[in-house]
């Protein structure tokens, strides 16, 4: 069974300029999660949809990230404009029920 | 809210030692606790879990026991490898009857890095 997939890997940008992750959660699961991962610090929810509404985005940056969540399938994180404090490790997370499983992130720095 | 606080790292030992990273939680309700792992240029991965009090998760040789007690969830080992080494997290999220939207959303410590040298 293929995992969560996750692209780009990396990325290095600017500060205010645009970003954007894909991820592509396993199939089947339902409910896809963005976690914001900074350096030295465990993950924290950014957004959690089900199927393809929105469950949880409490904490969620609104004035600077958005994410969706096409078909209920595929989901894109953008950043517009990014700052330096963004800069971490986005990761990605599916379930069906219970269990998370991560695809192995996208690390981005911005300078 | 719900929290987690993981004891304060980097925890460095020699192959063979007994490993302890402390967890303690603050949650509503019957929460799920967790502990993840992240090798090296690894996604995270779920190493064990336990649903209900006095639940006892294993996997690897690596053991944490769900104490509401004392609201603990202490991962161990008792003879630790080089493999070994990597990030843990513990982690909880609301448990099935938790109700709102807390289910499912994990709650993260910060964190321990575990060295273990030959």
């Known amino acids: 069974e293929a995992g969560v997939a996750q692209s780009p890997r990396y990325k290095i940008i600017e500060k205010r300029q645009s970003v954007a992750f894909w991820c592509n959660p396993i199939?089947?699961?339902?409910?896809l999660y963005w976690y914001q991962q900074i350096l030295g610090q465990g993950p924290k929810l950014l957004i959690q949809?089900?199927?393809?509404?929105?469950?949880?985005d409490s904490q969620l940056p609104k004035d600077r990230f958005s994410a969706e969540r096409l078909k209920g399938v595929d989901s894109t994180l953008k950043i517009q404009p990014a700052k330096l404090e963004d800069s971490a490790v986005y990761l990605c997370?599916?379930?069906?029920?219970?269990?998370?499983?991560f695809g192995p992130g996208t690390r981005l720095t911005v300078l | 809210g719900n929290s987690v606080t993981q004891m304060e790292g980097p925890v460095t030992l020699s192959e063979e030692a007994f490993l302890t990273i402390n967890c303690t939680y603050t949650?509503?309700?019957?929460?799920?606790l967790f502990w993840y792992v992240q090798y090296p240029g690894e996604g995270l991965q779920l190493l064990l879990k336990?649903?209900?009090?006095?639940d006892k998760g294993s996997n690897k040789g690596f053991e944490a026991t769900y104490r509401k007690e004392t609201t603990s969830f202490h991962l161990e080992k008792g003879s630790v490898q080089v493999s070994d080494s990597a990030v843990y997290f513990c982690?909880?999220?609301?448990?099935?009857?938790?109700?709102?939207?807390?289910?499912?959303?994990?709650?993260f410590g910060q964190g321990t890095i575990l060295t273990v040298h030959p």
């Open positions: 336990a649903t209900k009090a006095d």
């Open positions: 949809f089900q199927n393809n509404g929105v469950v949880d």
């Open positions: 982690a909880l999220s609301g448990g099935l009857y938790a109700g709102g939207t807390s289910y499912g959303k994990l709650t």
């Open positions: 199939s089947g699961h339902a409910t």
């Open positions: 949650a509503t309700g019957y929460p799920s």
């Open positions: 997370a599916s379930s069906l029920v219970g269990e998370q499983f």
